[in-house]
């Protein structure tokens, strides 16, 4: 499976953009990129995916790099309850399983 | 977006025992359901896969016999724990799917924590 590297933690005020990225060097033709994100002790949730085009969805944005070998999750204004874990996941066939690396934990301060 | 439920959220057991946890989806069915274990800070890790009526798939590692999965419909996945001891206390996660494409989302239980005394 393409690996992801993110960063290990990002900190933002509350109210502020936050944007989150993500290398996928070794993406291929037909991955998919996904974000998840894990709230402190609850299962993770589905945040946005994409596969060329920048999306958007209410939650947040997906930038997607041209060459596809990184994206960015934008939350446009980061609240206190968008303090997790954030997941960026390459996904082939959804029959398959999601690989969780070890993410991105963002910190809100008010 | 769907709605995916576990139980019980939480359970404390003594070593030795066996303790069953289930996965429902509430409104839609899940062709695959995927159960996840998380000790504290670190990531999900896949345990294993099971599709509806057919055995499941353990990752490398997960023993098979310690860890039973039955997916006996397409709403409800089961985890039972076999003599369980204190290493087995984690936090367990299971997860559905429906439609085979790589854009469809995964619907994530709220998870179950298991204490093993």
């Known amino acids: 499976d393409a690996k992801t590297t993110q960063p290990n933690s990002m900190e933002s005020n509350e109210e502020e953009p936050v944007h989150l990225p993500c290398n996928h060097s070794?993406?291929?033709?037909?991955?998919?990129i996904h974000w998840y994100r894990q709230l402190p002790s609850q299962g993770p949730e589905y945040v946005i995916h994409?596969?060329?085009s920048n999306v958007n969805n209410r939650m947040a944005s997906l930038a997607i790099a041209e060459d596809r070998k990184s994206s960015t999750l934008i939350l446009h204004r980061a609240t206190l309850r968008d303090a997790a874990v954030y997941y960026c996941?390459?996904?082939?066939?959804?029959?398959?399983?999601?690989?969780f690396g070890k993410g991105t934990s963002l910190l809100v301060t008010p | 977006g769907a709605v995916v439920s576990q139980h019980p959220s939480r359970v404390i057991c003594k070593s030795g025992t066996s303790v069953k946890i289930e996965c429902r989806s509430l409104?839609?069915?899940?062709?695959?359901m995927f159960w996840y274990r998380q000790f504290p800070k670190q990531s999900l890790m896949l345990m294993a896969t099971?599709?509806?009526?057919?055995?499941?798939?353990?990752e490398q590692g997960v023993e098979k016999d310690k860890f039973l999965i039955n997916h006996a419909s397409l709403t409800l996945s089961t985890l039972t724990v076999t003599s369980a001891h204190p290493e087995d206390s984690s936090f367990y996660i299971c997860?559905?799917?429906?439609?085979?494409?790589?854009?469809?989302?995964?619907?994530f239980g709220p998870g179950t924590r298991l204490t093993v005394l």
């Open positions: 997860s559905a799917a429906s439609g085979g494409a790589a854009y469809n989302e995964q619907f």
């Open positions: 099971s599709n509806e009526g057919s055995k499941a798939t353990y």
């Open positions: 409104d839609f069915q899940a062709t695959t």
């Open positions: 994409g596969l060329t």
């Open positions: 996941i390459l996904r082939v066939n959804s029959g398959y399983a999601l690989n």
């Open positions: 070794t993406i291929s033709g037909t991955d998919y």
